[in-house]
């Protein structure tokens, strides 16, 4: 099946997570620390830990790992720290 992340088309398993068919295809990291930028990508697969947090059909702060996998979703890594944070 076909997903956009961050703007580009994107062939990806279909029937598991959006963590699980990014991390199969490749895809990481998948966000930036808040404060750093530093590069964060999914632990748990289960949801507690939130390094899988995505934008996702204009929503932010999905978990990927909880989110499953469909066609046509559009997908937006976040890298930069956020704006005015100590240390960035």
């Keep these: 099946m ?8 994107l062939s990806v398993q279909a029937g598991v997570s959006l963590a699980a068919a990014l991390l199969i295809a490749g895809c990481v990291p998948f966000r930036g620390a808040a404060i750093t930028g530093a590069p964060r ?3 748990c697969m289960i949801g507690h830990c939130y390094e899988c947090l995505l934008e996702v ?22 890298m930069a720290p956020l704006e005015g944070a100590a240390g960035g």
């Design 41 to 43: 990508a999914p632990q």
């Design 57 to 78: 059909d204009g929503e932010p702060g999905v978990q990927a790992c909880l989110t499953p996998v469909r066609t046509g979703m559009e997908v937006r890594r976040v």
């Design 2 to 9: 076909t997903i956009t992340l961050d703007a580009a088309p």
